[in-house]
């Protein structure tokens, strides 16, 4: 595939202002990460380049520029000389409206393209940092893109990524208008954000800002076996394909604990190794150790960064092999009383425990040794349990865990402490405490009073400075909501901004069934298996991209029959477009985080029209239930029914692109309840064997997928879709909008040329249109109905190019040997 050097000469020229400017380019083998010695940076004119540029594409490489201005032949953060603009960079995604015109795009796929923005006051690094993440939030385009030192792909050179199928990015949208830039104010007015993204948005900057600051590398006891804890336990596994990025990225929690790197290779080689899929063979020992180097080499944070602030909560102790109720005598009980000389330092090891619990447990006793003369001994891994399980609602008031009955339990001041300890187990043994300060009250000889007094303020010391500690470290007003398909027990974690519930799967209750009804039903509803496993490929698909489906039935046929057996189990939530519209504003909603606890499927039933938001759809949603805590939900399969044709979904011109890459569509027809088997043994008898099929037919998918591990499952599941959509694909029914577009744009043009429509310039046989956007706007309000106008409005700067037949867009033109304008050529 040739390069195309008109296209890389105009993307350096949009991005510059100049003709033929002097850019920092960066070259990297674009297969993989194995010749390093292929990467050059530099700075010279594109002319100068070309020559190492055209052996670098023979070699695979990539060739890429930089956002912003740099001094000699270096490329780093810190030596940003000049800043040209910001960037959104969507990757896997379609290109979202923006609210902010970029100056310019450039695209290689339908989920692949690129935004500029030039802006002209940005004054700092860390101000180009806060302004990249915001867009990138605000769009849902990659967080990562955020270095001032920021390097994109130079358009009409080749992507190697699959070197058998080499790519290009090429200009999609030139929106330049002379010398103007944007201001920075521009950039923060045109992205508002909510407040909890703005939330976001700040503690990522704070994070940021003490990543900086750490501790170094020491070997700390505490922090080895943290970290040895974390390779065994919930380090995520390397799997082959991916296992060196896996690596770097288990390898940079050891750095962040400020573990040597010697210490940290041998720990992840004993304990980690073991785990990866597959695991490294003795002669690899040096690969993968190496891997761990170039973790710690290349790290962006200081080393100790975590342990400096504190940031690692505790961990829960992992569950035995067959859950507690097996191995109840394995559960952590609490320590009996040990009292210490008052000289005497805290020797008990916490090399198990995290450093918030041991922190406190000495914070307790310094109290009580204060008072008492004595320490107590607590159980550091209960009190780390109950630090990293439950978490503190100001907004409620109240304190939030899960029981052992896995419903999440809300506790007000006086029921918290006994909610933690009927959960967690005591954190130390309260008759042997209580005993200790009955006795140092005696000797004290205090009255009957007095001594009641005593007891009871200091029988509250432990249980006061744990919720002071929930109160002030744990508190989060903003819940994330899952059921962890391959977990035995619930639990809570808590993160940064939000605390994440995990809920355990409970298999679905199945019964009997007549083989006879299910033959009947599948004979009537024949896509009925293909359905139920599609749900649950969405269950366990990492990306839920694909998991829209338009049912298009007659209205008998039994839309509200399938509905019915998937609210039974609490498979379903039923919802509005006008609900989820509210849930994207974030408005109330008359939905709780229950009705979402179990649920794999949104339906909505009887839809009339959809709205580009729907297209958020895809994997979660934050709703806000009244007078509760705003909840984050995992949102699987999307189920669209309807008896009737939507023309804003499928219009006169097709389906919008977005909604073809999304949507698969089944088309049913007859009437469930004219069926004869259904009338003579009645809808219940019927009802009940169709929903005991199902619960039979979809726990036997899910334990097949659980069986699989995590890891493989989602994998599968993502083939699975991506088969699913290419046999089911909507587009399969009907036309693409993008594929009618050049029909569109030759119509306008044809029109305009038959009655010589007031903006068409003539120079002599050649044809020229002014002000061709007004004009497609008003063609398409006179020939489309309101349910499609929306739709094509959207494309009407892809109808304006594709009707300029000389490909040079909407420029300033010369006719007539003297008159400027600025059209595009028709003819």
Same mark, same amino acid.
């Given at each position: ?382 009190? !780390? ?5 439950? *978490?503190? /609602?100001?907004? +409620?008031?109240? %304190?939030?865990? #899960?029981?052992?009955?896995? =419903? ?124 139920? !496993? ?5 269950? *366990?698909? /990492?990306?839920? +991209?694909?998991? %829209?489906?338009? #049912?298009?039935?007659?209205? =008998? ?271």
């Amino acid at each position: 595939m040739e390069y195309n050097l008109k296209q890389a000469k105009e993307c350096l020229s949009l991005l510059t202002g100049e003709e033929d400017p002097s850019v920092t380019l960066q070259i990297f083998y674009d297969v993989d990460s194995s010749k390093p010695e292929l990467a050059k940076t530099f700075k010279l004119t594109l002319a100068d380049a070309l020559p190492l540029i055209e052996l670098s594409q023979k070699r695979h490489c990539g060739i890429f520029v930089a956002l912003n201005e740099f001094e000699g032949n270096t490329r780093s953060n810190e030596l940003v000389t000049g800043f040209r603009g910001l960037f959104a960079d969507c990757d896997g995604i379609d290109e979202p409206e923006w609210t902010l015109t970029p100056h310019f795009t450039q695209q290689r796929d339908s989920t692949h393209s690129h935004a500029i923005w030039l802006v002209s006051n940005i004054k700092s690094g860390d101000e180009f940092r806060m302004l990249q993440r915001r867009i990138a939030i605000y769009y849902g385009t990659d967080l990562s893109v955020c270095d001032p030192a920021r390097v994109f792909r130079l358009a009409g050179f080749n992507h190697y990524k699959d070197p058998l199928k080499p790519a290009q990015y090429s200009i999609s949208n030139d929106n330049t208008d002379g010398d103007y830039k944007h201001t920075v104010e521009d950039v923060i007015k045109a992205h508002p954000l909510s407040a909890r993204q703005d939330a976001e948005l700040n503690a990522w900057m704070e994070r940021r800002r003490v990543k900086v600051v750490g501790t170094g590398y020491e070997n700390n006891e505490i922090y080895n076996a943290l970290f040895k804890n974390t390779l065994i336990n919930t380090a995520p596994i390397a799997i082959s394909g991916s296992g060196s990025s896996t690596v770097i990225k288990v390898a940079s929690y050891g750095h962040d604990y400020g573990i040597p790197l010697e210490a940290c290779q041998e720990l992840m080689w004993n304990h980690y190794n073991q785990r990866c899929l597959p695991p490294w063979t003795e002669p690899e020992r040096n690969q993968f150790v190496g891997i761990i180097g170039n973790a710690y080499k290349y790290a962006k944070s200081a080393a100790g960064c975590k342990t400096s602030v504190g940031a690692f909560s505790g961990r829960p102790v992992p569950e035995p092999i067959g859950g507690w109720e097996a191995n109840n005598a394995l559960r952590p009980k609490a320590m009996t009383i040990k009292t210490v000389a008052a000289s005497q330092e805290v020797a008990a090891s916490i090399t198990e425990n995290n450093e918030r619990a041991a922190s406190l447990v000495a914070s307790i006793n310094y109290l009580i040794k204060k008072e008492l003369g004595v320490e107590i001994e607590i159980e550091y891994s209960v009190v !780390s349990l109950m630090l990293s399980s439950c *978490f503190f /609602s100001s907004q +409620k008031s109240s %304190y939030f865990l #899960l029981s052992e009955n896995d =419903d999440l339990l809300e506790a007000k001041n006086n029921d918290c402490w006994v909610f933690l300890v009927k959960t967690f187990g005591a954190p130390f043994c309260a008759e042997s405490f209580y005993d200790l300060i009955e006795g140092d009250c005696n000797k004290k000889s205090l009255t009957k009073v007095e001594a009641n007094k005593r007891i009871s303020s200091l029988l509250k010391i432990p249980s006061e400075k744990i919720k002071e500690h929930l109160r002030y470290y744990n508190q989060r007003n903003n819940i994330n909501m899952n059921v962890d398909m391959f977990a035995g027990k619930g639990r809570v974690e808590i993160h940064d901004e939000h605390a994440q519930v995990f809920f355990r799967h409970i298999p679905l209750q199945e019964g009997k069934y007549d083989s006879k009804i299910i033959d009947d039903y599948i004979n009537h509803f024949k896509q009925f298996d293909e359905l139920i !496993s599609w749900f649950v490929d969405c269950r *366990f698909a /990492s990306d839920r +991209k694909l998991g %829209y489906l338009w #049912l298009h039935a007659d209205s =008998d046929f039994g839309k509200g029959f399938l509905i019915s057996i998937l609210s039974d189990f609490k498979l379903c939530v039923d919802l509005s477009v006008k609900e989820i519209e509210k849930m994207f504003e974030g408005a109330p909603v008359g939905r709780s985080e229950k009705d979402f606890k179990r649920a794999i499927v949104v339906s909505i039933d009887e839809f009339k029209s959809v709205k580009s938001e729907l297209k958020q759809l895809q994997n979660h949603v934050t709703i806000s239930p009244k007078n509760q805590l705003s909840v984050e939900v995992s949102l699987y399969a999307k189920l669209f029914t309807s008896a009737e044709h939507v023309s804003s979904l499928v219009g006169e011109a097709g389906v919008e692109d977005q909604f073809a890459n999304r949507f698969s569509y089944f088309r049913c027809k007859g009437s469930l309840n004219h069926r004869g088997l259904f009338k003579g043994v009645g809808k219940a008898i019927y009802f009940n064997s169709v929903k005991n099929y199902f619960a039979e037919k979809f726990n036997y998918l899910v334990r097949e997928y659980i069986s699989l591990g995590e890891a493989a499952s989602e994998t599968i599941a993502d083939n699975r879709l991506i088969e699913f959509h290419k046999k089911h694909g909507i587009r399969n029914e009907f036309n693409v909008l993008s594929e009618s577009l050049p029909e569109i744009a030759n119509e306008i043009t044809q029109h305009c040329i038959k009655y010589n429509h007031s903006s068409i310039v003539r120079n002599n046989e050649e044809v020229y249109l002014t002000s061709p956007v007004k004009i497609i706007e008003q063609y398409i309000d006179n020939n489309y109905d309101h349910s499609n106008k929306t739709m094509m409005l959207i494309k009407k700067t892809e109808i304006r190019d594709l009707m300029c037949i000389d490909n040079k867009g909407y420029i300033t033109r010369l006719v007539n040997s003297y008159e400027r304008i600025k059209a595009i050529r028709i003819k």
